[in-house]
């Protein structure tokens, strides 16, 4: 289902009318809206017409065949690509809009194998079609792909067919295991450099877990140094400090960068400080446990991290943690510039405590889990200290019922948004779970409830 570009209704689901072979005249009544608001089409007067004639004359307005142009072509861009390809042979003037270059600025293939996947899939005849008639138009391309090797392979295949491309925005997603890992690492790489090579206008690339390497990268940088804005490369086993040097010395408008922690350094940092290279706006970094127990984290030196405040002071340091809590041992000893920092598995008392000490630029937090030991001191230093906050998500891990209240006080309406489970808030002698949520409310100056754990 989906809202019509000027009534504002919804339509009919044009899958299944297209699915039968046609469209009933007789289920058109919200589309004669459209067709009624566009100055494309002349409105009957009614006075001077019978109501036989009223009915023949709304006929024929109400004829699919007869919408205008450029209201088709709206409606094709809420469809999904399957849906839009059916519809192509409904008429002529379907087909004539099907082929209008504007639809394909957008697309995303969808690959993977129906024997094991609920997901739709791209038929490899209309992939075939796409890449013959609309490379050159495409501009906003993402590929998802399963957990299979094969659906990865196709992407590939694709990919290295886009010789005539100009995309602008480039994303590999895996909605399962990494598959495009399982790919062979030449075949991965030469079918991502047809597009590197070719498109010349590459503004923003998401690649994680992907075999891309530093050769690849380089090429990226020779084609696409003027344009490229955001690159998303984390969990890219074979991209070294180097490979991401290269990008920082050369892509000046450099906006956004993702990367696993083991890529960064004091020589990466201080290049993306430099005054001639990169002025970050956003830099997400996943630290990741690889080989739990069996990997000591480097430690990155506090001038590092205050050349690149000092040169980029709006940039946003996103951090995604997911480690075991003996492997936290390096970090937030010393002053962080993190911004937002999301903790996926279990987190020590000790560690948030640092990290309130330690993180006085912090915006947003999210801890996932944390145990059984009440985090009501942690909490009310993270207030005491980190000014700016205005986030926060807590979800398998305890606070009082006073602490979080007097958490929420010291914030005020600053706090914009609060998730917290109700298995969180721990009741006391002062307040009990059916008190909080009026508390909360009034610090917020908006009615706030814990969230629930739905029941299926």
Known sequence: ????????????????????????????????KIVQSSPAVKQP????????????????????????????LRIFQYLPLIDRAQASSVCRRWNEVFHIPDLW??????????????????????????????????????????????????????????VNCSIQTLG???????SFMNVSKSHFVSALTVVFVNSKSLSSIKIEDTPVDDPSLKILVANNSDTLRLLKMSSCPYVSSDGILCVADHCQGLRELALNYYI?????????????????????????????????????????????????PGVNVVMYF????????????????????????????????????????????VVCANGLQTLDNELICI??????????????????????IEFVRLYGRKLTQLSVMEEVLIPDDDYSL???????????????????????
């Open 264 to 312: 960064l350094s004091d020589e990466l940092l201080l290049a993306l400080s430099s005054e001639t290279h990169v002025n970050l706006e956003h830099l997400r970094i996943d630290v990741v446990s690889e080989n739990p127990g069996k990997i000591k984290f480097h430690s990155i030196k506090k001038q590092s991290w205050d050349a690149l405040i000092k040169h980029s």
């Open 105 to 162: 600025r957008k697309l995303e293939f969808e690959l993977n194998q129906s024997a094991t996947s609920y997901f739709k899939f791209t038929h490899p005849d209309l992939i075939q079609q796409i890449i013959k008639k609309h490379a050159a138009h495409l501009q906003y391309v993402s590929f998802k792909v399963d957990s299979s090797t094969e659906s990865a392979e196709a992407a590939c295949d694709i990919l290295s067919q886009l």
């Open 172 to 178: 590999l997603i895996s909605t399962a295991n990494p």
């Open 434 to 456: 059916d008190k909080v949520h009026t508390e909360v409310s009034k610090y917020l100056g908006r009615t706030w409830f814990p969230d629930v754990m739905p029941l299926w």
């Open 383 to 404: 207030a005491e200290h980190c000014k700016n906050l205005t986030a926060l998500g807590l979800s398998e891990c305890e606070v009082s019922c006073s602490a979080f």
């Open 322 to 365: 997911f480690l075991y809590e003996e492997e936290f041992e390096t970090f937030f000893k010393e002053e962080s510039p993190v911004t937002h920092l999301y903790f996926g598995q279990s987190v020590s008392k000790a560690i948030l405590g640092r990290v309130g000490l330690n993180c006085p630029r912090l915006i947003e937090l």
């Open 45 to 72: 007067k009614l006075g001077f017409y019978s109501s036989l004639n009223q009915t023949h004359m709304y006929t024929v307005l109400l004829d699919w065949g007869s919408l205008p142009h450029h209201v088709v």
């Open 1 to 32: 289902m989906f809202k019509g570009p000027s009534a504002g209704r919804r339509l009919p689901e044009f899958g299944h009318f297209l699915r039968l072979g046609g469209m009933k005249r007789n289920s058109l009544s919200v589309v004669n």
